[in-house]
């Protein structure tokens, strides 16, 4: 009867792993996933307005770099609000800390204000030769 119950118990076991180990990966498919048909649509965007080449390929670079670099992407700001009092101050305090280190004009905040302020700000990503302001 033991060697039973410890058969079972073991099979019990490895199936909780074999099951945590396939969520994982279902998780990480997951965001690739997500970015894959982003891509797609944008190309079948591209497509139809008959952009030239170099200028698809331009503006698939910018979407590359935008979702690998961006908050969006994670649903930054629903991520935070949904988090207790005191974990989304330890996570906006961190955020601070690492904004303060990119952007010295905010040292004067304190690292929760300024986790705040950049969990709010939208980040824009601008590639060489983009213009950002003309006259």
Same mark, same amino acid.
Request: glycine share 8%.
């Given at each position: 009867?033991?060697?039973?119950?410890? =058969?079972? &118990?073991? =099979?019990?076991?490895?199936?909780? +792993?074999?099951?945590?180990?396939?969520?994982?990966?279902?998780?990480?498919?997951?965001? /690739?996933?997500?970015?894959? *048909?982003?891509? !797609?649509?944008?190309?079948?965007?591209?497509?139809?307005? $008959?952009?030239?080449? *170099?200028?698809? &390929?331009?503006?698939?670079?910018?979407?590359?770099?935008?979702?690998? !670099?961006?908050?969006?992407?994670?649903?930054?700001?629903?991520?935070?609000? *949904? @988090?207790?009092?005191?974990?989304? $101050?330890? =996570?906006?305090? $961190?955020?601070?800390?690492?904004?303060?280190?990119?952007?010295?004009?905010?040292?004067? @905040?304190? /690292? /929760? +204000?300024?986790?705040?302020? =950049?969990?709010?700000? *939208?980040?824009?990503?601008?590639?060489?030769?983009?213009?950002?302001?003309?006259?």
């Amino acid at each position: 009867i033991f060697t039973i119950f410890v =058969a079972l &118990l073991g =099979a019990v076991v490895f199936g909780q +792993c074999i099951g945590t180990v396939s969520s994982l990966i279902t998780q990480v498919a997951g965001g /690739d996933q997500r970015f894959q *048909e982003q891509i !797609r649509g944008v190309t079948e965007y591209l497509s139809f307005r $008959r952009l030239l080449l *170099e200028e698809r &390929l331009r503006v698939k670079s910018y979407y590359l770099h935008c979702w690998r !670099r961006s908050p969006v992407a994670f649903q930054e700001r629903r991520i935070l609000d *949904e @988090l207790s009092g005191p974990l989304q $101050r330890l =996570a906006l305090q $961190r955020i601070g800390q690492n904004m303060v280190k990119e952007l010295p004009l905010l040292q004067g @905040l304190s /690292d /929760d +204000c300024v986790g705040f302020l =950049a969990s709010r700000l *939208e980040r824009v990503m601008m590639r060489n030769g983009d213009v950002i302001y003309e006259r």
